[in-house]
Nanobody, 116 residues
Framework: QVQLVESGGGLVQPGGSLRLSCAAS????????GAWYRQVPGKEREFVAA????????NYTDSVKGRFTISRDNVKSTLYLQMNSLKPEDTAVYYC?????????WGQGTQVTVSS
């Protein structure tokens, strides 16, 4: 059974940092590209960052470039999102996503709130 379990969300002040983790099980993690999305109430889920199966290629939405870093550890079957210089507009539920040519899976989401 495939599972993606996210952790690391919480409340942080503007300018602070958080690291999200997404632990995968029930799959060969290195077969999948990884990504993070986020969603606020009343809006569509939006792309944040993605990473290729071996970490050799990464891309980011413009609003997080230079502040967020996506990474992965294929030995630990875990996807990460390091978020620095957080802004109130980064407040959202963050979801991890893994995708292959045949399958796509989502985590349950973790809340990130940036507020003073």
């Amino acid at each position: 059974q495939v599972q993606l379990v996210e952790s690391g969300g919480g409340l942080v002040q503007p300018g602070g940092s958080l690291r999200l983790s997404c632990a995968a099980s029930g799959m060969i993690f290195s077969f999948y590209t990884g990504a993070w999305y986020r969603q606020v109430p009343g809006k569509e889920r939006e792309f944040v960052a993605a990473i290729s199966w071996n970490g050799g290629s990464r891309n980011y939405t413009d609003s997080v470039k230079g502040r967020f870093t996506i990474s992965r550890d294929n030995v630990k079957s875990t996807l990460y999102l390091q978020m620095n210089s957080l802004k109130p507009e980064d407040t959202a539920v963050y979801y991890c996503n893994v995708r292959s040519t045949l399958h796509e899976y989502w985590g349950q989401g973790t809340q990130v709130t940036v507020s003073s």
